[in-house]
């Protein structure tokens, strides 16, 4: 009676998220362990004109970043490399769109030789179709480019503006030690060069892997704002920064400190995002160690001011562990938006949840990655349909086969779906409700 109960209420619950089946995108043999290590999930994107996702990522023997669109129907519908000559190992790529299903913009971080890194730009206006050949990113100084790690593209869709920021690592060991420095390069409206590289702050050299920078932006009372946040490492605490700029790049506001004494996990990536057409909220993730947790901070006024959401707050506990790689997206309406969000745990689980933007509380939800054992990486998007959202997952997994396997799943959102939902409610809390609620309205129709 009890399986039967609880196999019931996990249908239930099953039901209310619309999740598909996963379909099986990608295999690749592992001969080794460390293959498995090695293989990267880069970056995803979905067109919401056309419902085409991009996925950049590399292989466990990465000759070239691999490129693939896979269609509204779950389908690999076209394959590209991105590759140059010159480079004999591959390290990051990033894929933005305008949202016009046209015009799409990626880079690529490469290495030269053992000691020098290079990056990238392409960029295709024929629904990723052709690319343009990889162009190097200009920088000021041509010897100055190794150690770079970490990069974020952004492209600003009301102008065209498109800006790449990254990070240098200084040279601690020289007899005059080098600052870290944040840095970026811009292409204006209808130009197609980048302008030189600016440096927009400096920090002293602490930590040799540096966490990925992130790069959003935000429309606040009729003014648009770019946000950049990073983090780095000293002998006592690892903040996490933010900067920003509303007159692109004249000006900077920043460096800030939002994470307070919080201790940042250096090797593990930032995220932020935030939906200027339904919400002028801007949200942001990172772990902290003790107690071993996501925690998120959360603007409403451009990024003057953060709340965080600290453990000991109860709408925080549907993220009880520490968190390796986190995806998330705002979609919905400019009333009700939706924070959407999949995280892989330091167990290697992937965890789905929904946030209410307005209220920043959240339901954890099934997903149909639950059962997988050992992941490495989860990627999410979700765009708006009609009246409908339709939220995309995308994980790589190591199955019992000794093959690693590429997993996505949609799921749709129709807009009474959450309406249900309860504050702090937990998913156990929900279960316990609907059957309670189930067993009341069989007993009224008896």
């Known amino acids: 009676m009890v399986n039967k109960a609880l196999f019931l209420a996990f249908l239930i619950v099953f039901a209310l998220t619309k999740w598909n089946e996963p379909i099986d995108l990608y295999q690749e043999p592992l001969h080794t362990p460390k293959d498995f290590e090695t293989f990267q999930l880069k970056d995803m994107y979905t067109d919401p004109s056309t419902g085409i996702t991009h996925i950049l990522f590399l292989p466990s023997v990465p000759s070239a970043i691999m490129y693939w669109q896979v269609d509204s129907d779950r389908k690999v519908i076209s394959k590209h490399e991105f590759r140059d000559e010159q480079l004999f190992g591959y390290f990051s790529g990033r894929i933005i769109g305008a949202g016009n299903g046209k015009d799409f ?3 690529v971080i490469g290495l030269r030789d053992p000691s020098y890194e290079d990056q990238f730009f392409t960029e295709s206006h024929d629904g990723g179709k052709t690319w343009t ?3 190097r990113v200009p920088r000021e100084d041509m010897e100055d480019l190794r150690d770079r790690n970490g990069d974020s593209l952004l492209v600003l869709p009301e102008s065209g503006r498109i800006l790449i920021f ?8 020289e007899t005059t030690p080098e600052n870290d420095k944040l840095a970026y390069v811009t292409r204006p409206p209808g130009s197609n060069i980048f302008t030189k590289e600016k440096i927009i702050a400096e920090f002293p050299k602490y930590h040799q892997q540096m966490p990925t920078v992130t790069a959003t932006y935000t429309v606040y009372n009729g003014k648009s704002m770019v946000h950049v946040f990073w983090g780095n490492k000293n002998s006592s605490s690892q903040p996490v920064f933010h900067m920003s700029t509303g007159d692109n790049g004249a000006t900077w506001n ?3 400190v939002i994470s307070g004494s919080d201790l940042y996990i250096g090797e593990f990536m930032i995220t932020a995002t935030s939906n200027p057409k339904i919400s002028s909220s801007l949200i942001g993730t990172y772990a902290v160690v003790p107690p071993n947790k996501l925690k998120l901070i959360h603007s409403k006024d451009n990024g003057a001011t953060f709340e965080k959401m600290e453990g000991s707050q109860r709408r925080q506990i549907v993220f009880p562990k520490y968190y390796r790689m986190n995806a998330m997206e705002i979609c919905g309406t400019t009333q009700k ?8 745990t330091q167990e290697s689980w992937v965890e789905y949840a929904i946030w209410d933007v307005n209220t920043m509380t959240a339901q954890r939800l099934p997903n149909p990655f639950d ?15 009609g009246n409908q959202i339709i939220v995309t997952g995308l994980v790589p997994v190591q199955l019992d086969d000794g093959k690693l396997h590429m997993l996505i799943a949609q799921d749709t959102i129709d807009p009474v779906s959450y309406t249900h939902l309860r504050a702090h409610e ?5 279960v316990c409700r609907l059957l309670l609620e189930k067993k009341k309205q069989y007993q009224i129709n008896s």
């Not at 990254?166 to 060991?173: A, H, L, N, S, V």
């Not at 938006?337 to 892989?344: A, D, H, I, V």
């Not at 989860?378 to 765009?383: A, E, N, P, Q």
């Open 133 to 135: 050949t990889l162009a």
């Open 426 to 430: 937990t998913r156990e809390d929900l």
């Open 166 to 173: 990254y990070q240098i690592r200084g040279k601690p060991c």
């Open 371 to 385: 059962d997988v054992i050992k992941a490495v990486g989860v990627k999410l998007t979700c765009y708006n349909k």
């Open 254 to 256: 920043g460096p800030k």
């Open 105 to 107: 913009y990626a880079t």
């Open 337 to 344: 938006p939706k924070l959407f969000m999949l995280s892989q």
